[in-house]
C-alpha cells in the first residue's frame, strides 16, 4: 500500500438489487419502513485515496484538521454525479472524519501545507438507477479512509456511521447478502448458496427514488408479502424457487413514471430470462439467467432493447482493498 510519502489504495465496491423490496406506508417523517433482502452484484465503483503524511506516525484523531479533496472522471459530472460536498463520498469522508475529531479544512488551490487526501472516484454503476451506486461509494469512502488514515474502526463502527450517510450505506459497507429492516439501516447476514447470474439493462435517463416513492404513495398499497420465499431459495441454492420468488413492491411507482420498463420487462422474458424484475427504485431491469453463458446469449439478443446490457453476478462480496498507484 505505501507509495513514497504518504499512501495509496484503492477501493472496489460492488452495486447492489433488491431480490425482495416490500414497502411500507408513509411515516409521519417522510421515510418509509422496508423489508428487504439485498445482494451485491458484480457491477464496480472504484475509488482511489491518497494521503500525503504518514498515517502510522499518529493516530489520525491526533490531526486537527485534513483538506479532503474529490475528482472525478470525466464524464461522471454530466450524468449527474456532483463533484461537490454532496457527493455521498464526501458526505461518508465527513462523518468519518467527525467521528475521529478532524475538521475538515476547504481544499484550497495549490495549498500544499499540512495533511490532506486525495480522493478520485470512477463509476462503472448505472447513475440513479436503483443500484445504489452513490452508497456504494460511500462505503468505499469508508472502508478506504478507515484503513489510510489507520483508524482501525471495526465493521460495526463503520456500519453506525453509515447510516447516517443514507439507508443502502450499511449494507454497501457490509457486502454479501442481507436482510434489511427499519429504513433499510438495520442488517442482517443471510445464508447463501452459489452463485446467479443476471443480465442487467440499463436506461441512462436516471429515475429519481424521491419520485419513485412519492409515485409508489399515491397507487394502492401492496398485499403484505415477506422474504421467507426469497431467503429459503438463497438458503438451498433453488434457482427455479429464487425466479418465482423475486418481489419489488416499487416496481409498479417506477413502471408508471417510466411506462416503457413493462415492455422492456416483457423483452426479457421472450428472451428467455428466468425472471425480470426492476433493480430498486429503477430504471434498471434484472434478468435471472440460468447460468454465465445464459446470461451472455440473453445480454445479446436485449442489446437494442436498452442504452446499455451487462452481465453480472451475485453475491459480489464487499468493498475490496487493492493496491494503488500515487494520484
Ligand atoms: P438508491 O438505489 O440507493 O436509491 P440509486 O442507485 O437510484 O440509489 P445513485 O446512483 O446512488 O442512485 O444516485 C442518486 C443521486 O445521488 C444522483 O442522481 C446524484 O445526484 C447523487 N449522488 C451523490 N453522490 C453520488 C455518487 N458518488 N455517485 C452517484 N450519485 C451520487
Same mark, same amino acid.
Given at each position: 500500500m505505501e507509495d513514497g510519502a504518504g499512501g495509496t489504495l484503492r477501493v472496489r465496491v460492488p452495486a447492489k438489487i433488491n431480490l425482495h423490496l416490500a414497502v411500507g406506508p408513509r411515516r409521519s417523517d417522510g421515510f418509509h419502513d422496508i423489508v428487504s433482502v439485498l445482494q451485491t452484484i458484480s457491477l464496480y465503483d472504484t475509488l482511489r485515496v491518497h494521503r500525503?503524511? +504518514? %498515517?502510522?506516525?499518529?493516530?489520525?484523531?491526533?490531526?486537527r484538521h485534513m483538506r479532503v479533496a474529490l475528482t472525478l472522471d470525466g464524464d461522471e459530472e454530466a450524468a449527474g454525479?456532483?463533484? +461537490? %460536498?454532496?457527493?455521498l463520498v464526501l458526505v461518508a469522508a465527513r462523518r468519518l472524519m467527525d467521528h475521529l475529531g478532524i475538521g475538515m479544512d476547504e481544499d484550497e488551490d495549490g495549498d500544499e501545507s499540512g495533511p490532506w487526501s486525495r480522493l478520485h472516484l470512477t463509476k462503472r454503476i448505472p447513475v440513479a438507477?436503483?443500484?445504489a451506486g452513490g452508497s456504494a461509494d460511500a462505503a468505499a469512502a469508508l472502508v478506504g479512509l478507515n484503513r489510510l488514515w489507520g483508524a482501525d474502526l471495526t465493521i460495526g463502527a463503520l456500519c453506525d456511521i453509515a447510516a447516517t450517510v443514507g439507508s443502502d450505506v450499511p449494507f454497501c459497507v457490509a457486502g454479501g447478502t442481507g436482510l434489511a429492516t427499519g429504513t433499510g439501516t438495520s442488517v442482517a447476514r443471510v445464508l447463501t448458496r452459489g452463485t446467479t447470474h443476471w443480465v442487467v439493462g440499463i436506461d441512462h435517463a436516471p429515475l429519481s427514488t424521491a419520485d419513485v416513492y412519492a409515485a409508489f404513495d399515491r397507487l394502492e398499497p401492496p398485499v403484505p408479502t415477506g422474504p421467507d420465499q426469497v431467503l429459503h431459495a438463497l438458503r438451498m441454492g433453488d434457482l427455479d424457487g429464487l425466479a418465482a420468488a423475486l418481489h419489488n413492491e416499487l416496481e409498479p411507482a417506477a413502471i408508471a413514471l417510466r411506462p416503457e420498463l413493462a415492455e422492456r420487462r416483457e423483452a426479457m422474458l421472450r428472451a428467455g430470462a428466468l425472471a425480470a424484475i426492476v433493480s430498486g427504485s429503477g430504471p434498471t431491469l434484472l434478468g435471472l439467467a440460468r447460468d454465465a453463458i445464459h446470461a451472455r446469449r440473453l445480454a445479446a439478443e436485449l442489446?437494442?432493447?436498452?442504452d446499455a446490457v451487462e452481465v453480472a453476478a451475485a453475491p459480489a462480496g464487499g468493498p475490496e482493498i487493492l493496491p494503488g498507484r500515487a494520484a
Open positions: 500525503n503524511d +504518514d %498515517a502510522h506516525a499518529a493516530h489520525p484523531s491526533a490531526r454525479v456532483p463533484a +461537490d %460536498a454532496s457527493n438507477a436503483g443500484m442489446e437494442g432493447h436498452f
